[in-house]
């Protein structure tokens, strides 16, 4: 396993917000905790990523523990978050954005990082059209993919993504998920925080449900998204 996270228990001050939760993330694998507001999603990206101090638990990747290694210290490990709300730096550019993204590579001035900003405008020619525009003047859509592909800058080898189709209309929504896909399919391993459970159990390989801090339900996407109980809980009662 790539990540492993064992009876991992973080508070804020005196609410418990993780209760012991366990889960991995195999190397090539797209896995996705889907869960209602305030079952812990977020809160469990924040620990991977390193903002959140854990009090009880473990969290290894590839084999390391990582458990109290700072944020900085796990991108250059190469497990890197695309932060939730975006979080762009807004008075810069694309370009410029992107090139934040790889501040802790050590080959950041080599061509390496020319032909990464190449497949970022790749996978989002959109970003490629707007290179020279300021992050803060683009659409909530656009700047979901400049933080995507800023996070793609440092090379992960774990992208975090945290509700990436927040606040998207339909149609990027759709897109989103295809390009995160795509991401996989190049050879990065994604772990997928999303509300919109339907469309992350369609294209994770396995799932895991948080309830209030506990993992209730763990299975392969495809499998979840038949499972009566969870399809009645997350996924609209199935159609009623
Ligand atoms: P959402 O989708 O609404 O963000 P979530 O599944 O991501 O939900 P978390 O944000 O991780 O859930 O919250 C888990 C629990 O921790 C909730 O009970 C929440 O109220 C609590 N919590 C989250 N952030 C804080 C905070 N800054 N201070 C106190 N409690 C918090």
Redesign the pocket.
């Known amino acids: 396993m790539l990540l492993e996270v064992k009876d991992l228990e973080v508070f ?2 005196r ?4 209760r012991g939760i366990s889960f991995s993330v195999a190397e090539g694998e797209i896995v996705t905790l889907i ?12 620990t991977m990523s390193g903002v959140r101090t854990v009090t009880k638990g473990s969290v290894t990747f590839d084999g390391q523990d990582i458990t109290k290694a700072p944020s900085h210290k796990r991108v250059m490990m190469g497990l890197c978050q695309a932060p ?1 709300g975006r979080g762009i730096f807004p008075g810069m550019t694309v370009v410029e954005n992107l090139e934040m993204g790889c501040y802790l590579r050590t080959d950041r001035k080599s061509a390496a990082k020319d032909a990464d900003m190449e497949r970022v405008f790749e996978l989002f020619p959109r970003l490629k059209e707007r290179r020279d525009q300021a992050g803060g003047s683009m659409s909530g859509g656009e700047q979901q993919m400049l933080a995507i592909g800023r996070a793609l800058m440092s090379k992960p080898r774990v992208l975090l993504l ?2 990436p189709s927040m606040g998207l209309a339909p149609m990027l929504i759709n897109q989103i998920f295809r390009i995160i896909q795509e991401i996989n399919a190049q050879g990065t391993t994604v772990l997928l ?1 999303e ?1 919109n459970a339907a469309k992350a159990l369609a294209i994770a390989h396995r799932a895991y449900v ?1 309830e ?2 506990h993992i209730v339900k763990t299975g392969a996407g495809k499998d979840l998204l038949t499972d009566p109980s969870v399809r009645d809980a997350y996924l609209g009662g199935g159609g009623h």
């Open positions: 804020y001050g609410i418990q917000a993780l869960g209602a507001n305030g079952a812990g999603k977020t809160t469990t990206m924040k939730e945290d509700e925080v509300q948080l209030t801090g």
